[in-house]
């Protein structure tokens, strides 16, 4: 055999040789790494607690959204739910409450869903985390049981409108608006001019009845009398810790004893399962992506253009 | 092809990919069937080898057992793709520059040119044992053994075509620059439309 096929012969046993090494050393780690001992991770199964969370200002979302994206807003909380509610595994709900409140329409479409889930006899729970005042509270009082941390910010019982009174800077700059209407309070709350006695005795009206509502529901969910809650339903916000001495949230507690409570309430066991939201990646990036370049959040949208919102929520 | 085998006569490609890449290109014309398999075989190699050198130096589990019996089937079938289609589009490439017409000499010639590749196991797995910044060897060894891997194609390539140096570069180097192209171009679409899609929800 000539010299240069033996080098060449040398350097393709060399290759082979490391192959094989190379393959006993692959199989050797994995040997040793299945000796340590691995967490499973299953599928959940079987009877268990479905989560739903309800963050930031609660509002409705425009319907539009792409066939990726994820439904947000008060809409997609319901759409959670109701999947919930056809799912037959659920015996509990964990709503897990992160808000200041929002707009009147969308917390109470969120509270007659869960009520409707509650006379199903599916056990809700809310554990309220930094903050669920005003239309947070108000949304968790139609779970059966309330749970929140000693120093969540809670209560905020109360409605607000707010519109911003921009005559002054108006007049200053010489801007005046050209309205022509068809009724005398067609532009009501308008941000240009003073607002009348008879608007404010309006807006009031709404205000009042919203507040009326509120307090309704509270008591209706928490089965109190609406005289053991007016008291403290003058929009003051509080600890978790007062919250509880006013009846307003029945434990001070964490994520975990939220769960544990629904566990103990749906007579479920230790181990049962926790159906968390799922998103794919896809989605999660588009709508990422969405609320990062694209459309305000409507509330956000409309109190920029200076349109008055009537709202459950806790503005500090 | 036992007797072939036996002849020792196969040998003398993976001398000549190594030493004189010019002198095999010269031997394709002559032993056209025999060299064509010998490519297909050295392109199965780069791909075994491909995938023991990444295996080595990612997470080790069960995994491997499905990469290296299906993945390398796999990897396989999509070298034999890219060498195909960089080989037919080198030889449009040297048909503009006024030659070309042999696209089955280019695929035997590009798949020798991938064997220096299979010396990328050794390498790594040296590096691996001494601890030794092995992401960075990797990466670093991939690169040198690519450069070795495009200079045997570029004086392949003007051997069979009989053209300089200068423009057999050129022809390997345009293919490269029209499929750069057509990605970017693809690429700028695809954000136009996804920016499209996502003002207007």
Known sequence: ???????????????????????IDISLTMQESLKSPRK????????????????????????????????????????????????????????????PGGTVAATQEIFNKLMKLRKKNIIL????GELAASGGYYVASACNYILANHGTITGSIGVIAVSPNLRGLFDKLGIRMNVIKSGRYKDILSSYREISPEERQLIQQIIDSSYQKFLKDVSLGRNLPISEIEPYADGRVMSGET??????????????????????LAKLPENCAVYEESHN??????????????????????????????????MP | MREYLRSLRWIDYYFLVLTEPRKLAVLFPREEKASFTM????????????????????RQTAHFYDRISYGWVFSFILLALQV????SLIDAACQLLGKGGNVKRLVALLSFALFPRTLLLPLVFIVRVLNFAPY???????????VWSALIAVQGIAEINSIGTGRSLTALLLPFVFVGLSLFFLALLGVLNLAGYLSSI
Not at chain 1, 79 to 92: H, Y
Not at chain 1, 289 to 313: H, I, Q, T
């Open chain 2, 84 to 87: 195909a289609v960089l080989a």
């Open chain 1, 40 to 99: 499973l991770s299953i599928p959940e199964m079987g009877p268990g607690i479905g989560v739903v969370r309800i963050y930031g200002p609660i509002s409705m979302e425009s319907p539009g959204g792409g066939p990726f994206e994820m439904r947000q807003g008060s809409d997609g909380v319901i759409q959670r739910l109701s999947e919930l509610e056809k799912d037959g595994r659920i015996k509990a709900v964990l709503v897990r409450i992160n808000s």
């Open chain 1, 281 to 314: 990646p896809l989605e999660r990036f588009l709508t990422g992506l969405k609320n990062a370049f694209g459309r305000d959040m409507p509330v956000e949208r409309a109190f920029r253009s200076a349109l008055p919102l009537v709202e459950y929520r806790y």
């Open chain 1, 1 to 23: 055999m000539d010299k240069n096929r033996k080098i060449v012969l040398s350097i393709l046993v060399l290759l082979v040789l490391s192959a094989v090494l190379a393959i």
């Open chain 2, 39 to 58: 490519g297909f075989i050295t392109l199965a190699l780069v791909a075994l080898f491909d995938i023991l050198s990444v295996s080595l130096l990612g």
């Open chain 2, 136 to 146: 960075f060897f990797f990466v670093f060894f991939s690169l040198g053994l690519t």
């Open chain 1, 125 to 128: 729970v809310a554990s309220m």
């Open chain 1, 243 to 264: 919250a509880v001495k006013y009846r307003l949230v029945d434990e001070a507690g964490t994520y975990e004893d939220a769960l544990a409570k629904a566990r103990e």
